[in-house]
């Protein structure tokens, strides 16, 4: 039987010769090697066959092998030999992973990260469509080849590897897509730091959009970023699949195409005599350099731009208040639990009357979810157009960073907001504009886990239900039979 780690030279299945192990973690060993059958350099995955993720990795890698579209990375074999599960695929020397790039040159031109991302939510529209999602679309399965094209590696592997799933596959790949793209513009990273990123900051309730991260970006592809990522964006709805992404960005006006140095283009008109005063003018060195105007302008704007930043840290300072520089940071680490020291009802007006099963509350935070805290019973889904919703507040006990949120429910159809107040207050708001939205999810099944889209400092979290399954014994009615925070 082959070791689950070979060794460099040895050959697999009478034409796969060893050249480099890339990566050997729990069991599972990725390689690059030569198929000396075809001469031609290529990747591989090496499980052993009694590994507990071996027959869903074989099972994903021949799904994929299906699928054949030239911006993902290509699955050319997927077979058990001598007690290890083989999975070959397409090797691209020549490109990088986008998180190489970002981290050795920067942020992408608007104009390529857009390209891109359109290029790659098209693909993902159409694997979604055979029936397939990738799930783990970061950084580090983005490629791109020198010709700046994109290659996606990993469909339907990489999730099965990390035992990856959803509810909603093409909303999890709508939102990877879009956390790529604020990367791809700002060099940062909307979960925390990652990938050689530094975190992408945030404003209390909603991550900063790749606009007031920098400059330059174009407003529409800003306002794309934002519909997919937060989860009431700031304009518009927001975008739930990979082709209403693709759609969105190839509506984008195009900026025309560079015309080189000198003046600009219209020299007649109205415009012509402030193109003239701002036209830059040839150095000595064969060069263009910015004329007295421009670099006036240039002055004013950097002026503006610096008092904007003093005035934005100091908003945000008091938006999410002070409790020492360690609690100014948001957590980037593993992810953590974190202890909820109580628990109520929430149920406010109008609408509500304050109680809701409150002596059931406990029954959502006693590590046993076949109990379960229930709403009262409504009429519709929409708790008879009483009210908004109902939820339960979370206290964690001192302000934590909070980053993910697991829930289980009784049955499947509930929808749910995670919302959370300002780092300052320390007693639970009775008010539901008190609580910013932190994240959405519609539809839900019995279990979800809502990795928030920005971490978020907090000590009161409210789980607010905006729409009830419908219950088997008459009416509409929902709850929640676990709740656990992690940060």
């Known amino acids: 039987?082959?070791?689950?780690?070979?060794?460099?030279?040895?050959?697999?299945?009478?034409?796969?010769?060893?050249?480099?192990?890339?990566?050997?973690?729990?069991?599972?060993?990725?390689?690059?090697?030569?198929?000396?059958?075809?001469?031609?350099?290529?990747?591989?995955?090496?499980?052993?066959?009694?590994?507990?993720?071996?027959?869903?990795?074989?099972?994903?890698?021949?799904?994929?092998?299906?699928?054949?579209?030239?911006?993902?990375?290509?699955i050319l074999d997927a077979v058990h030999r001598g007690g290890t599960v083989h999975i070959v695929y397409e090797w691209l020397p020549e490109a990088r992973a986008l998180s190489d790039v970002l981290t050795r040159e920067g942020p992408l031109d608007p104009m390529d990260a857009q390209r891109m991302i359109t290029d790659a939510a098209d693909a993902l529209a159409l694997a979604h469509a055979a029936g397939?999602?990738?799930?783990?679309?970061?950084?580090?399965?983005?490629?791109?080849?020198?010709?700046?094209?994109?290659?996606?590696?990993?469909?339907?592997?990489?999730?099965?590897?990390?035992?990856?799933?959803?509810?909603?596959?093409?909303?999890?790949?709508?939102?990877?897509?879009?956390?790529?793209?604020h990367a791809a513009l700002t060099a940062k990273w909307p979960e925390g730091e990652a990938f050689g990123l530094s975190a992408a900051p945030y404003e209390n309730g909603a991550i900063c959009t790749p606009r007031q991260v920098r400059a330059g970006v174009p407003d529409g592809v800003d306002a794309i970023v934002d519909r997919v990522l937060n989860a009431h964006p700031r304009e518009g709805t927001p975008l739930r699949s990979p082709g209403e992404l693709a759609a969105e960005l190839r509506q984008l006006p195009r900026p025309r195409p560079p015309s080189g140095p000198g003046p600009a283009?219209?020299?007649?008109?109205?415009?012509?005599?402030?193109?003239?005063?701002?036209?830059?003018?040839?150095?000595?060195?064969?060069?263009?350099?910015?004329?007295?105007?421009?670099?006036?302008?240039?002055?004013?704007?950097?002026?503006?731009?610096?008092?904007?930043?003093?005035?934005?840290?100091?908003?945000?300072?008091?938006?999410?208040?002070?409790?020492?520089?360690?609690?100014?940071?948001?957590?980037?680490?593993?992810?953590?639990?974190?202890?909820?020291?109580?628990?109520?009802?929430?149920?406010?007006?109008?609408?509500?009357?304050?109680?809701?099963?409150?002596?059931?509350?406990?029954?959502?935070?006693?590590?046993?979810?076949?109990?379960?805290?229930?709403?009262?019973?409504?009429?519709?889904?929409?708790?008879?157009?009483?009210?908004?919703?109902?939820?339960?507040?979370?206290?964690?006990?001192?302000?934590?960073?909070?980053?993910?949120?697991?829930?289980?429910?009784?049955r499947e159809g509930t929808s749910v907001e995670v919302r959370a107040v300002n780092a300052n207050a320390i007693t639970a708001p009775a008010g539901l504009n008190a609580y910013l939205v932190a994240d959405a999810e519609e539809d839900l099944g019995t279990e979800q886990t809502l990795r928030l889209s920005f971490a978020t400092r907090t000590r009161f979290l409210l789980i607010w239900l905006t729409k009830l399954p419908k219950d088997p014994a008459g009416g509409y009615r929902g709850g929640i039979s676990e709740v656990s925070v992690s940060g």
């Open 1 to 74: 039987m082959l070791r689950a780690t070979p060794e460099v030279g040895a050959r697999l299945a009478d034409r796969y010769r060893l050249s480099e192990c890339i990566s050997d973690a729990d069991g599972i060993s990725i390689w690059h090697a030569t198929d000396e059958m075809l001469a031609r350099p290529v990747g591989m995955y090496l499980i052993p066959e009694d590994h507990e993720l071996a027959e869903a990795a074989i099972g994903a890698a021949r799904a994929a092998a299906t699928f054949e579209d030239a911006r993902f990375v290509r």
């Open 132 to 181: 397939l999602a990738h799930l783990r679309l970061q950084p580090d399965t983005v490629l791109l080849t020198p010709e700046g094209q994109v290659k996606i590696f990993g469909l339907c592997v990489e999730a099965a590897l990390h035992s990856t799933s959803a509810t909603d596959p093409a909303r999890a790949d709508t939102r990877a897509l879009g956390r790529v793209l």
């Open 265 to 410: 283009p219209d020299a007649t008109g109205p415009m012509a005599a402030v193109n003239q005063i701002l036209a830059p003018f040839p150095g000595s060195d064969g060069g263009w350099k910015p004329s007295a105007a421009t670099r006036g302008v240039q002055i004013g704007v950097i002026g503006m731009l610096v008092l904007g930043l003093v005035l934005l840290s100091w908003q945000i300072v008091r938006a999410v208040g002070s409790n020492g520089d360690a609690d100014a940071i948001p957590s980037t680490g593993p992810l953590q639990a974190v202890r909820i020291a109580d628990v109520r009802d929430f149920d406010p007006p109008p609408g509500g009357d304050g109680q809701e099963n409150g002596d059931q509350v406990s029954l959502a935070v006693d590590g046993n979810p076949d109990t379960v805290w229930r709403t009262d019973r409504y009429t519709s889904a929409t708790f008879g157009k009483l009210k908004p919703g109902v939820g339960l507040v979370l206290d964690l006990g001192r302000v934590q960073t909070v980053r993910q949120v697991k829930l289980i429910f009784p």
